[in-house]
């Protein structure tokens, strides 16, 4: 199965991750509460130290964070996920920021030659925790087509909306 990064084990963060590890995917997660990094180890992720830690190595990168600032922060900042991730590697935002923050994020990857979908969650964390989630995905179908197993571990309707944003 895959390696995949996962950044950002908030209320939905949480209750998807496990998903992926219940699939067999191996699955490094970061978040700024050691404590929710903690109780998703228990559940048989590997817990990183930094965003770019979670990203090394793996074949897709997820995040799913309040607000665009703080996802600009996780991707592109200091030990960010852009720092770690591999040649390969796919950078899929779940949370629901700005489409021109999207953007913006999605072409600063594409300048050092990373591929980005964006995936807002749709329902509550409470489809999430029973696979019940919806995404609704935006980027190059190439690039969709590739996460489009992920995203199926952890909900069950995928709407493709066009390009990034």
């Known amino acids: 199965m895959?390696?995949?990064?996962?950044?950002g084990l908030g209320q939905?963060?949480?209750?998807m991750?496990?998903?992926?590890i219940k699939n067999g995917h191996q699955v490094t997660v970061y978040d700024v509460s050691q404590e929710a990094v903690s109780a998703l180890e228990k559940q048989g992720a590997k817990g990183a130290k930094s965003?770019?830690?979670?990203?090394?190595?793996?074949?897709?990168v997820f995040a799913i964070l309040p607000?665009?600032?703080?996802?600009?922060?996780a991707v592109l900042g200091p030990d960010?996920?852009?720092?770690g991730m591999s040649n390969n590697a796919i950078f899929v935002d779940?949370?629901?920021i700005l489409p021109?923050?999207?953007r913006q994020i999605g072409k600063r990857l594409a300048d050092r030659g990373f591929s980005m979908v964006d995936a807002p969650v749709g329902r509550t964390s409470a489809h999430a925790v029973n696979g019940k989630s919806t995404f609704m995905v935006g980027g190059q179908k190439q690039d969709i087509d590739r996460v489009v197993p992920f995203l199926e571990c952890m909900g069950e309707a995928i709407t493709y909306c066009g390009e990034l944003g």
Not at 12 to 15: E, K, N, R
Not at 17 to 20: E, K, N, R, S
Not at 80 to 83: E, S
């Open 67 to 73: 607000i665009g600032a703080i996802v600009e922060k």
């Open 94 to 96: 779940m949370s629901t």
């Open 2 to 7: 895959a390696k995949i990064g996962f950044v």
């Open 80 to 83: 960010g996920i852009a720092d």
């Open 100 to 102: 021109d923050e999207t």
């Open 17 to 20: 991750c496990p998903h992926l």
């Open 51 to 60: 965003p770019k830690e979670a990203a090394q190595g793996c074949e897709a």
């Open 12 to 15: 939905m963060g949480s209750a």
